[in-house]
């Protein structure tokens, strides 16, 4: 049995995507595929992608990265699966670390834990520690799950038939976890960096946040408009009074980011180097 499906959506990302191929190949201890769907890079993507052998590589048009993954996700075999996308990197024995918590963790549908921020060049910037999983902070404070330190068991999850939406561009992720909490599957923190995101000026979640135009503000507003949607869809509409509701949010907001410090420390020393 193939325990794990590294799923990599990729457009364009040549500088970057040899060393996520690279973190992959070099995982021992387990048995794995590796599904990239390449959406017709016209970089070097495809030069450096036949260099890794161990990957099953498709290059066809998509609708875009959830498309990717979703194709990914149709046709995993892997008992856990993971979407690692072409800018990011597993950490070396992370697979290994996350089969033997697996074991450990029978009833567990989707397993997440901590990861590095990198800059371009792959210099370690800092750690991403966590917490048990919350199901109102993730709907109030925002996605704080990694979706690169994060694996879903395929009979629970994928096999149901849960997809990445692709209405959502910009929280995708924060979507389909409110999703799959709404529905009961069970999340459990696995305290090991297990990942490193790389932090670059394309980053799709972030350049948004230096929006110095109306455009630029109309996407960062499309952005927080996704997040409220799925807050709307899996929380709590208190009010009938949108205004109202989204004043709420931002004290719900204030309160579960005041605390979220306070549940780092207390499980920092759970983090296993």
């Known amino acids: 049995m193939i325990q794990f499906s590294i799923v990599t959506p990729s457009y364009n990302y040549g500088q970057f995507i040899g060393d996520c191929m690279g973190s992959v190949a070099a995982q021992n201890g387990v048995t794995f595929e590796h599904l990239v769907f390449d959406a017709q890079s016209t970089d070097n993507t495809l030069e450096v992608l036949a260099q890794f052998p161990h990957a099953q590589v ?30 990011d990197r597993l950490q070396p024995g992370a697979l290994e670390t996350v089969a033997s918590f697996a074991k450990r963790n029978p009833e567990v549908d989707v397993i997440f834990g901590c990861w590095n921020f990198i ?3 792959g210099k370690f910037i800092r750690t ?11 709907l109030y404070l925002g996605c704080y799950i990694g979706s690169t330190a994060t694996f879903f068991r395929r009979s629970t999850v994928i096999e149901k038939g849960e997809r990445l939406s692709l209405d959502f561009r910009y929280v995708m992720d924060g979507e389909f976890y409110a999703r799959l909490a709404a529905k009961n599957f069970k999340f459990c923190y696995l305290p090991k960096v297990l990942a490193d995101f790389r932090l670059h000026g394309s980053n799709l979640s972030m350049k948004n946040y230096k929006a110095r135009n109306a455009e630029e503000c109309l996407q960062l507003q499309k952005q927080f408009g996704e997040t409220r949607a799925y807050r709307r ?21 204030l309160f579960y980011r005041s605390l979220k410090p306070i549940l780092k420390l207390l499980n920092r020393h759970r983090l296993k180097k």
């Open 233 to 253: 869809a899996y929380g709590h509409s208190t009010f009938k009074d949108e205004n109202l509701n989204a004043l709420l949010d931002s004290l719900l907001y």
């Open 119 to 121: 800059d371009d060049g």
């Open 58 to 87: 498709v290059s066809e048009p998509d609708r875009g990265m959830c498309d990717g993954i979703n194709k990914g996700f149709d046709r995993c075999k892997g008992e856990w699966v993971m979407w690692l996308n072409s800018d």
């Open 128 to 138: 991403m520690t966590l917490f048990p999983h919350n199901r109102r902070m993730m």
